[in-house]
């Protein structure tokens, strides 16, 4: 049986978010994402040394989708490591380690399409230059299924759950069952309060899976994801939380998919409102979040649904 290894969750500052890193303390240490440039230097190296522990000794580090505030702080950490982690990301998110530019053409495929911006190409652009702390190439590509071995007989399980992003991926601890989701458990959405995904069926599948299949002892999200009634998860759940998120999840999606669909079936129609052409969904959900305001799940999602919509007419 796998030996237990402690968690410990690393909090770097952002702005308006906390970003969220995992410190898997085994004989070969790994970091579960890397929030942004600045986070390895700023908050994880500290928390690390707050424990008794170096990141220099940190030897995996473990991708669970490309977005910025998750592979932001990749290239950096490597460097902080001697070069000598090894960087571990999903096949269909790799492009997203590898290029900046990726992060762009994902604005303008998806939310970019609603946003009212004439400049949010360039945002976009900016955003990713800023934060992203160098493209670069992974050491392994995964498509789950895959074991990786940290070190004595400590092994870590790699599960697609595709949904959110394309690449999102999901790491195990076998014997433990302590799951890292990254942004696959979206609950209610976090500040923005509304869930992002990309593509809603894959989500939903992914959700079941992880309920039904995996069964999270603990499970560890992202960002503190957020209950019906607005308040926050932590980013730890033990196993009656994390199958009430999963849960909640799984109903909000069916909640939001069955308005997008009335939405989308009914015609989309251009108005004034800010969550034009989906401005039904917002009505119907009672959903009076800012919608413009990034990563805007709103539109996210919304895309998702409707490329879904089209693709099986």
Not at 23 to 33: G, L, R, S, T, Y
Not at 97 to 117: F, K
Not at 190 to 204: E, H
Not at 220 to 227: A, E, V
Request: hydrophobic share 40%; with cysteine.
């Amino acid at each position: 049986m796998t030996q237990a290894v402690a968690v410990h969750p690393l909090v770097s500052p952002w702005g308006r978010f906390g970003l969220y890193s995992f410190f898997i303390d085994a004989p070969e240490p790994a970091i579960v994402d890397t929030g942004i440039a600045s986070s390895p230097a700023e908050g994880m190296a500290p928390a690390l040394e707050a424990i008794g522990r170096r990141i220099e000794d940190v030897r995996w580090i473990l991708l669970t989708h490309g977005h910025i505030d998750h592979v932001g702080g990749a290239h950096a950490l490597w460097e902080l490591t001697g070069r000598r982690a090894r960087v571990v990301v999903h096949e269909a998110d790799a492009p997203m380690l590898r290029s900046r530019r990726a992060h762009v053409e994902e604005y303008l495929a998806g939310r970019g399409r609603y946003l009212d911006d004439p400049g949010g190409e360039a945002k976009a652009t900016a955003a990713a230059n800023a934060v992203i702390s160098a493209e670069m190439e992974p050491s392994l590509v995964v498509r789950g299924g895959e074991t990786l071995s940290l070190g004595g007989d400590v092994t870590v399980s790699v599960h697609a759950v595709p949904g959110h992003t394309p690449g999102s991926v999901a790491y195990a601890v076998d014997g433990q069952r302590s799951v890292f989701t990254g942004d696959a458990v979206q609950v209610h959405g976090a500040a923005n309060g509304f869930p992002g995904y990309t593509d809603p069926v894959a989500y939903r599948a992914s959700l079941e899976y992880l309920r039904d299949e995996i069964r999270p002892r603990r499970l560890y999200l992202g960002h503190p994801y957020r209950r019906a009634d607005g308040t926050p998860y932590g980013v730890e759940l033990d196993e009656a939380e994390a199958r009430e998120a999963l849960t909640q999840s799984l109903d909000v999606e069916a909640r939001v998919a069955r308005a997008a669909r009335g939405c989308l079936t009914a015609g989309l129609r251009e108005t004034d409102s800010p969550y034009s052409p989906f401005a039904r969904v917002a009505e119907e959900l009672g959903y009076t979040g800012d919608p413009a305001l990034e990563p805007s799940p709103f539109f996210t999602s919304m895309a998702g649904y409707r490329t879904h919509l089209e693709q099986n007419l």
